[in-house]
Each structure stands twice: as structure tokens, then as C-alpha cells.
């Protein structure tokens, strides 16, 4: 799997999301810097099981998809075979 590379706006506002959440919570105050190597560090262990929920996801509505659309297909073939032909 390739590397999760953020944009640099997305980067700095989830790195300022990081530094509001432990400075509330864990009355830590942090960094920039800090808050980057962590947000690098969560992309890096973490994104890949996210990423892999993400795909299993989209799997599991596209073969749905694909299970109505050979439904509708097959209905379309029966009707095919039984409206009678004009004459």
C-alpha cells in the first residue's frame, strides 16, 4: 500500500484538531510540530485498517449493486420471452 500523503491544508487543520484534543482532554498543550509527527505517526498505523474498512465497504455495496443489476437483467430476459410477438 502506498504511503497516505495529505495535502498541506488538510495536514495543519487535523494537526490543530490533534493539539485542541489533548490540550481539552489531556490538559497537555503541544505543538505544531508535535501534532504533525503525531497525525504522520495515526496515517501511518492506523490508516491502512481504515482504508482496508473503506474497501470492504465498497465491496460489499458494489456487489450488492451488482447482485440487483443481474436481478434486473434477468427480469428484463423473462419478459423478453413472454410478451408475444405482434403480428
Do not use: H, W
Amino acid at each position: 500500500m502506498s504511503e497516505l500523503k495529505l495535502d498541506k491544508d488538510t495536514k495543519t487543520r487535523l494537526a490543530a484538531e490533534i493539539r485542541r484534543y489533548i490540550d481539552r482532554e489531556l490538559e497537555i498543550e503541544i505543538g505544531n510540530m508535535e501534532a504533525e509527527f503525531f497525525l504522520d505517526f495515526l496515517a501511518q498505523t492506523l490508516g491502512p485498517s481504515f482504508c482496508n474498512l473503506g474497501l470492504k465497504d465498497a465491496q460489499t455495496l458494489i456487489s450488492r449493486r451488482m447482485i440487483d443489476l443481474n436481478d434486473d437483467m434477468d427480469a428484463l430476459a423473462r419478459l423478453e420471452t413472454t410478451v408475444s410477438p405482434r403480428k
